[in-house]
């Protein structure tokens, strides 16, 4: 099993191996994110709420016991995550809504497309990079021309929760209404309209950001 400094060290690597030529393994990647569940929560950490396949992947990996989140709020946390900035750099506080309530906040209506973005130095590194679920960066409501993932590095997505644009409402020919309720099968359902395979895709980074669960994770 790999220690905390291996990891650090082959994901370091990995991510500089454009610049430096370094003939390094490549991890895969996912990360998952779901509302209002602190780190806490999870079994592998002592909580109550039943997680077991991260368990499961937290015994075969690397349990980090130190970290901080950018922000406590819903988009200005995954503007944090994405960009690795505090949020108030991109004018995200808070979580997008209205348009009027961004100008009562003196907010953004999504996040620039030009800010730093985690998917494209992934995408730098060679890996194939994909979103699936809950973004809340831009979209929703009555903002229906934010941009889509992809304009922020991401090769393929699949659209939940608070996305801009025609995506944001369907992906492809499939309709996401109940996407959050089981992401899994979504994706296995959605699959034919992947632009990617991703069963074959490596290394690969996928980010799966889901707004509730009402099962074991």
């Known amino acids: 099993m790999l220690n905390r400094r291996d990891f650090l060290k082959g994901a370091g690597a990995g991510l500089a191996g454009h610049a430096f030529g370094a003939g390094v393994a490549r991890p895969n990647v996912v990360q998952i994110l779901i509302d209002d569940m602190g780190f806490a929560d999870l079994g592998c950490y002592g909580g109550q709420i039943e997680t077991p396949h991260i368990d499961r ?6 349990r980090f016991m130190k970290a ?8 200005a946390s995954r503007v944090g995550i994405l960009t690795g900035q505090f949020p108030s750099r ?14 009562e906040l003196h907010e953004r209506d999504w996040l620039d497309p030009k800010a730093p973005s985690i998917a494209r130095t992934f995408k730098l590194a060679g890996y194939a990079t994909g979103h699936f679920g809950k ?3 831009g979209g929703g409501r009555d903002v229906g021309d934010a941009p889509v993932p992809t304009e922020y590095g991401f090769d393929d997505y ?9 995506a944001g409402a ?12 089981d992401l899994a099968q979504e994706y296995r359902d959605a699959r034919g309209n992947s632009r990617l395979d991703w069963e ?15 099962e074991p994770v």
């Not at 991109?90 to 100008?103: A, E």
Request: hydrophobic share 35%; charged share 20%; proline share 6%.
């Open 90 to 103: 991109q004018y995200i506080y808070s979580y997008l809504d209205t348009r009027q309530r961004q100008r």
């Open 135 to 137: 973004w809340h960066m």
């Open 170 to 181: 369907r992906y492809g020919d499939t309709p996401f209404e109940a996407f959050e309720d």
């Open 57 to 62: 992947l937290a015994a075969r990996g690397i």
């Open 200 to 214: 074959q895709a490596h290394p690969a980074v996928r980010a799966a950001w889901t707004r509730v669960r009402t």
């Open 158 to 166: 699949m659209p939940a929760y608070r996305l801009g644009g025609a």
């Open 68 to 75: 901080y989140d950018a922000s406590p709020v819903c988009s």
